[in-house]
């Protein structure tokens, strides 16, 4: 029997499926087919996809791969990404210095970083729980304190996390949480975090002010990676159950082969994979190999996110011949609807433009990560005067140096180097990387470095000989000189020609081509004589008259959507806890409050008593530490009331301490070794309440000032000091609250605490089924249901109202939303709009940034707008307009959040009648 093999990369867009023979120590292909890779509704397995394609590769290569039952008749061994990457949240104390470590430490992992939070990040503790709260991280790491550093500040940050709760990205599990801080921290971590993550501890990355440490939690991430995280992509554990061997991740199978490949050809290589999502850079240099994911950019998913971290500017430079609007619109339509495939010229031209930024991005990411710049001493800069800034100086983690310049094999891969010509592909390496010296590039052309990675232990030699000549082209080489000049002579075909500074020359071919003091391979393949020393831009193709686009693109639009009459349930949660006002079995209409947060989060504090103790005293243990607390979770607590008190030992041995609570508060949390957590006594009735400092101390009202210890703005606790005369002469606050005015005048002092009450609405008809009384109702509804293709902005509702712009109102558009339109609407002050579609620049100007990558619902925008067909010009079938139509003035809903990667989440509109 023929030794055959079955190897498949599920990707997050594409699933790739190779057959293959061993014959005679060598692979032989017997075909390929790629097919999308169903992870969206209604197709939410990654096997539907999987054996779609089976089925017509079988038809391709003419051998049936499944068996009568349905089984694969072959050896099957894959690696996956369908996850969308390993999207990573980060937790940290300071954002400079841990929170930097825990970046790294993703990257470095292959993570994707979703958001990160610090203690000095200045963002609000409300804000921080509520972004934590509304985004769907496959990991958590969190980093702070330096060993036997700080404590307080980190349980602090984990609060937060414990408030917040983030869940899974697909809704299922315990979250995994990494802690690499302060090992001190670990006992408080697990009593706070314990029963809410999955929870991993490694050494600290961060250990002291000069080391770093961040192997043992890269490592971690892989493991939890491998694990847990790939797991959860849909289908993932019946597709496992099919294969050989375990499923490595994408990223890993292209280390295994590239790793193999550098070592063959004894050379400096780097890869970039510009996928869907995101862009890997794999770098082997003096056999140090590395890697890095540059979050957010890709050639799907991702690509309105390269427009917005690149700038628009650079990337329309590149194509300045094409209108703006059109290759905006492009951009934004593949974002929503990320597996289309440009069928024309100009759309090709919009996409390479982004992967070269795109490219240049990733590689800059991963040398900022991976490797550590170079300082040259003065000699040194002295002797390279003149020499090209871009040639830059980089050392390995071991310590050996290197420039750009020693990078001698650059290798693209990915659906848009392998779909471009040669020449663009190489147009796209070329102004991506601005390789320096003598360097070759080449293309993955089918991009199966993963699948001979998957097979490298198994097939070494079979895998690296079909890697090397099937799988790699050569498709340019460039020569950059590493010293400026005014010009280059290069003689090619027997005639001198010269090449300017900041001007560049492409050859057909190396054949007969010379230049000074360079060692040109006498081959056919094209030579790019690169001279820019600044910030020239490569003209796209490496034409210098610029190449004219005429075609104009047809945008990607969703057809009709299906209308629906069905139930629906959704939970509306309070930020934080607070009042639920509804009940279960009560029936709400639109408007109505469901719950409130009446007072800004608590404040939490943390008593360190074991600090307080000390740390260093090893004699006396954790255990006699908890039985000296004196009070008991649930307690309220007065400031400098004893919470603690012990005494251990006799005569000389003999230690005592104990302990008053720094802070007034309720016992929240009591967590060994020693910590107490406090949430501030809200017992606040929102009134002014005075003060005549100057009375009390026997001041001139006019020189109270001199004697404050607060000013105006300040945060105060009931019976803190606010001011002193001498020792006997206090004032203390008669309540808690915000100094609003110290009164030159008078003498007197006010202080209030300013409530901002913040409302949940209920947004539809419908009735209550479940409430957590301090947090979240359920309400069940029913009505018809009309799904969209992009939402921005917050959930809103209102009366349908057509083509007319009213208060508070939902106006459906039949034709697409302009920016006149735009204006009226938030001149009338509407509460959403529906619209089929609208232009991309629109868009970008009425949210006031590029969209990037498409995570929305929480916008802070006028009115809020869901797109039914896409960006562009389309209008809705007169049909289905009338059929909405006739629910004008019903109460409509936009539920605005979209989200496009795994776990993919489009908005959608309610329409109901009163009598639901």
């Not at 999955?198 to 490592?219: H, Q, W």
């Not at 663009?424 to 102004?431: E, G």
């Not at 800004?600 to 600090?611: L, T």
Request: net charge positive; aromatic share 8%.
């Amino acid at each position: 029997m023929l030794n055959r093999l079955l190897v498949s990369d599920v990707g997050s867009t594409t699933t790739k499926l190779l057959l293959l023979e061993v014959d005679g120590g060598e692979f032989k292909a017997l075909g390929a087919i790629a097919v999308g890779t169903t992870v969206e509704k209604p197709s939410e397995d990654v096997c539907i996809g999987f054996f779609e394609g089976v089925k017509l590769l079988s038809e391709q290569s003419g051998i049936n791969l499944l068996d009568e039952k349905g089984s694969l008749s072959v050896p099957f061994y894959t690696t996956s990404s369908a996850g969308g990457g390993l999207q990573i949240l980060i937790i940290a104390l300071a954002s400079s210095d841990s929170g930097s470590m825990a970046k790294a430490v993703a990257y470095s992992a292959g993570g994707v970083v979703l958001d990160s939070f610090a203690i000095d990040d200045g963002m609000p503790r409300v804000e921080k729980i509520r972004r934590m709260r509304d985004l769907s991280p496959d990991l958590v790491v969190m980093a702070g304190g330096y060993d036997g550093g700080a404590i307080s500040s980190v349980v602090n940050m984990a609060q937060l996390v414990a408030y917040s709760h983030p869940q899974t990205k697909f809704g299922e599990g315990k979250l995994p949480l990494v802690f690499c801080g302060n090992p001190q921290v670990r006992p408080y971590i697990t009593g706070m975090l314990g029963e809410l993550f999955s929870l991993s501890f490694t050494e600290n990355v961060r250990p002291d002010g000069l080391t770093f440490n961040l192997k043992p939690a890269i490592n971690e991430v892989h493991r939890l990676f491998m694990d847990h995280v790939m797991q959860m992509a849909p289908g993932y554990s019946k597709l496992a159950a099919l294969t050989q061997i375990p499923i490595i991740p994408t990223p890993a199978g292209v280390d295994r082969i590239l790793e193999k490949f550098s070592s063959k050809i004894k050379g400096n290589v780097v890869l970039a994979d510009m996928g869907g999502a995101t862009t890997d850079i794999f770098s082997n240099i003096r056999g140090n190999f590395q890697r890095t994911v540059a979050a957010n950019t890709g050639m799907s998913y991702s690509l309105s996110n390269i427009v917005r971290e690149a700038g628009a500017e650079k990337v329309f430079a590149h194509i300045p011949s094409i209108d703006q609007g059109l290759a905006r619109n492009w951009i934004l339509g593949k974002t929503l609807f990320p597996t289309t495939i440009p069928a024309d010229e100009t759309a090709e031209a919009v996409e390479c433009a982004a992967a070269a930024e795109g490219m240049r991005l990733s590689w800059e990411h991963h040398l900022a990560i991976s490797y550590f710049r170079s300082r040259v001493g003065f000699t040194v800069r002295m002797r390279r005067l003149g020499k090209c800034k871009f040639d830059e100086a980089f050392k390995t983690a071991q310590g050996d140096q290197f420039r750009i310049s020693d990078v001698s094999v650059i290798i693209g891969a990915g659906g848009v180097m392998a779909h471009a010509t040669p020449r663009r592909a190489a147009w796209i390496l070329a102004s991506g990387f601005r390789p320096k010296g003598l360097t070759e590039l080449m293309v993955d052309r089918h991009f199966q470095s993963p699948h001979m990675g998957v097979l490298a232990d198994i097939y070494p030699a079979e895998s690296l000989k079909y890697y090397r000549e099937l799988c790699l082209k050569t498709i340019c080489r460039v020569y950059s000189p590493l010293v400026k000049v005014r010009s280059l002579k290069v003689i090619s075909g027997g005639k001198a020609v010269k090449v300017d500074s900041g001007k560049c020359l492409y050859l057909k071919s190396s054949r007969g081509v010379q230049i000074h003091g360079v060692v040109i391979p006498d081959d056919d393949v094209p030579l790019l004589v690169d001279c820019r020393f600044a910030n020239e831009l490569l003209p796209m193709d490496f034409i210098e008259e610029g190449i004219q686009f005429e075609t104009i693109p047809d945008f990607p639009s969703a057809a009709e959507p299906t209308l629906t009459e069905e139930e629906i349930s959704r939970e509306f949660s309070l930020a934080y806890e607070g009042e639920m006002e509804v009940e279960a079995g009560d029936v709400v209409a639109p408007g109505d409050i469901l719950g409130i947060n009446k007072l800004v989060p608590p404040r939490v504090y943390f008593v360190d008593i074991r600090s307080h103790v000390g740390y260093g005293k090893k004699e006396i243990s954790n255990q006699q530490i908890m039985d000296g607390i004196l009070v008991k979770v649930g307690d309220k607590l007065r400031s400098g009331q004893k919470i603690f008190s012990m005494t251990v030992g006799k005569g000389f041995t003999k230690f005592s301490s104990t302990m008053g609570s720094p802070v007034r508060g309720i016992v929240y949390d009591i967590v060994s070794p020693g910590m107490l957590i406090l949430k501030e006594i809200q017992d606040y009735d929102g009134k002014p309440h005075k003060v005549n400092v100057a009375q009390l101390l026997n001041l001139k009202p006019k020189h109270i000032l001199a004697n404050m210890k607060v000013r105006k703005g300040d945060f105060v606790q009931s019976t803190q000091v606010i001011a002193i005369a001498d020792k006997m002469r206090i004032v203390k606050s008669p309540a808690t609250g915000t100094v609003l005015k110290i009164d030159r005048d008078t003498g007197i002092v006010t202080i209030q605490y300013i409530l901002k009450p913040v409302n949940v609405y209920s947004p539809m008809y419908g009735l209550i089924t479940h409430v957590n009384p301090v947090m979240s109702a359920i309400v069940k509804s029913r009505g018809l249901i009309v799904p969209g293709i992009a939402g921005f902005g917050k959930t809103r509702w209102g009366k349908l109202s057509l083509n007319s712009f009213e208060k508070k109102t939902i106006v459906l558009l039949q034709k697409p939303l302009t920016a006149a339109m735009i204006k009226q609407a938030i001149k009338a002050e509407v509460a959403g709009v529906i619209a089929p579609s609208m232009a991309g620049m629109d868009l970008v100007n009425y949210l006031g940034q590029e969209p990037g990558v498409i995570l929305t619902g929480t916008e802070d925008i006028p009115f809020s707008l869901i797109l039914l067909k896409g960006i562009g010009n389309t209008f809705l079938e007169k049909n289905f307009y009338e059929q909405l139509s006739r629910n004008a003035s019903k109460n409509c809903v936009l539920f605005t959040t979209t989200r496009l990667r795994a776990g993919v989440e489009r908005p959608l509109i309610l329409m109901q009648t009163q009598e639901v």
